[in-house]
């Protein structure tokens, strides 16, 4: 029996191909999309009971708000993300979110198949390799401590890295903006982009992250702060 199910996706093409696919193989395809907002809106809308919904940045903070609000309003839609191989962290996120599955955008037809009827069931959808992989980075990263700190060190902009420091001080957006005299619309975008990069969800993890891996150390902190002194 066919499922019926939506294909979100911010790749309009992925998306339709997708869909015509599973058209193929007998399943109702509700709406195939790339909504660049009101993602949520539409499933609710709609109410398929499998909802595949592509990213390619599924570690960015916020990226499964959407699914979220789907879960919360209809419980009863299941979700399954599709997209890249993901870190830990993404997997996380989107079970954290509600998600009931994980494919990937590469995966065979027969896999996302699979995957929509364990979601329509209840089941979680994700293939014993992800898991397998995503256990094994956990256990055994690939980086020490240093290594990370300069790995992450070298994805920032001075500017960034600035915006790092004081996040790691404890300084709120308008500290932040007052101490680099840039509007707090700038600061807190600065503070996104920072997020985004190193991978996590707020400000309190980017200074846990940055203190584990001595990324602090090795920007010297006393030299930063004396360059770019505190606000009032």
Known sequence: MGVRVMVLDEHRLLAEALASALK???????????????????????APEVCL???????????????????R???QIA?????????PRG????????????????E???GVERALAKARAGEVAISPQLLQGAFAELLNPAAQPDDEGSRLLRLLTPREVEV??????????????AGMEIAPSTARTHVQRVLMKLGVGSRLEAA?????????????????????????
């Open 208 to 232: 846990a992250l940055a203190a584990r891996t001595g990324l602090l150390d090795r920007v010297g902190l006393s030299a930063v702060a004396a360059d770019f002194p505190a606000g009032p």
């Open 108 to 110: 065979r037809i027969e």
């Open 53 to 71: 919904l592509g990213t390619a940045t599924p570690a960015e903070p916020g990226v499964f708000e959407p699914v979220v609000r789907i879960k």
């Open 79 to 87: 979700v399954v993300v599709l997209g890249p191989v993901p870190s």
């Open 91 to 106: 997997i996380a996120a989107a079970f954290a979110a509600g998600a009931s599955g994980y494919v990937r955008h590469d």
């Open 164 to 177: 790092l420091v004081r996040v790691a001080e404890g300084e709120d957006t308008r500290l932040i903006a």
């Open 73 to 75: 309003e209809r419980p």
């Open 24 to 46: 193929l193989r007998g399943h109702r395809v509700l709406a195939a999309a790339a909504p660049a907002a009101g993602a949520a809106e539409l499933v609710i809308s709609r």
